[in-house]
């Protein structure tokens, strides 16, 4: 079935360096993406979303960017802390009932 | 505010008891979600409501029951628990819309099943 993937399961970087975390999707009419960030022990925190008609969105020290062509997601983290050391999951939205579908999940690793 | 609470945050049960797992929100949401998080894999739907009255299955509903009287409430039932149910369960809201909206997840509730 169609569904979110991440293209690595972990992902080591120095702390100060910038993160790049990828996911392509396969659903060429998902119109919303969305990134979550997963601690352990906790339930996942929403840290930016996209629409369809974007190509590029900016929050704090993150960006999302959206290929369409290619049905590509990424998520960028600028000057990566150590508290950005968490699970990073993509989901795509393409159902009534704003459902969400869920990749499988990277894992940050901050090196000091 | 508190957002999303799920409660109990633990719980251990023997093969073949139930139980009720509690989720509240009270951010006035319509729309509530529960999912299952597998050791190290992604979130998988179990059952979504729409609004008070309005439930349906999601991608592995089979050994869960839900109900929706409330806006503010969304419990899941386990009838007759399972090893296989041994999994960390979020509940999630969000607002309605024709467009896509951030689900808002609380902090889960850890269940082992022996």
């Known amino acids: 079935g169609e569904s979110v993937g991440l293209h690595l399961p972990t992902l080591s970087v120095q702390e100060g360096d910038n993160s790049i975390i990828n996911c392509a999707y396969s659903?060429?009419?998902?119109?919303?993406f969305i990134w979550y960030k997963q601690e352990s022990g906790k339930g996942p925190q929403f840290i930016i979303d996209?629409?369809?008609?974007?190509d590029k969105r900016q929050g704090q020290r993150v960006t999302v960017l959206l290929n369409k062509t290619v049905k590509h997601l990424s998520l960028q983290i600028a000057a990566t802390q150590p508290g950005d050391s968490a699970v990073y999951f993509c989901?795509?939205?393409?159902?009534?009932?704003?459902?969400?579908?869920f990749g499988g999940g990277t894992r940050v690793l901050v090196k000091p | 505010n508190a957002g999303v609470t799920q409660t109990p945050k633990f719980r251990i049960l023997k093969i073949g008891q139930s139980m009720t797992l509690q989720c509240t929100q009270d951010?006035?949401?319509?729309?509530m979600y529960w999912y299952r998080q597998d050791p190290g894999m992604g979130l998988k739907l179990i059952y979504y409501?729409?609004?008070?009255?309005?439930?349906d299955k999601g991608e592995v509903p089979n050994g869960y029951n839900v109900s929706r009287s409330t806006t503010e409430d969304f419990p899941l039932r386990l009838e007759l628990a399972a090893p296989s149910q041994t999994s960390v369960y979020f509940c999630?809201?969000?607002?309605?819309?024709?467009?896509?909206?951030?689900?808002?997840f609380g902090d889960g509730t850890r269940l082992s099943i022996l």
């Open positions: 999630a809201s969000s607002y309605s819309g024709p467009e896509g909206q951030p689900q808002h």
């Open positions: 659903n060429s009419a998902s119109d919303y």
């Open positions: 996209i629409r369809s008609n974007m």
């Open positions: 989901a795509e939205n393409r159902a009534a009932g704003n459902k969400l579908t």
């Open positions: 951010m006035n949401h319509n729309y």
């Open positions: 409501s729409v609004g008070a009255g309005i439930t």
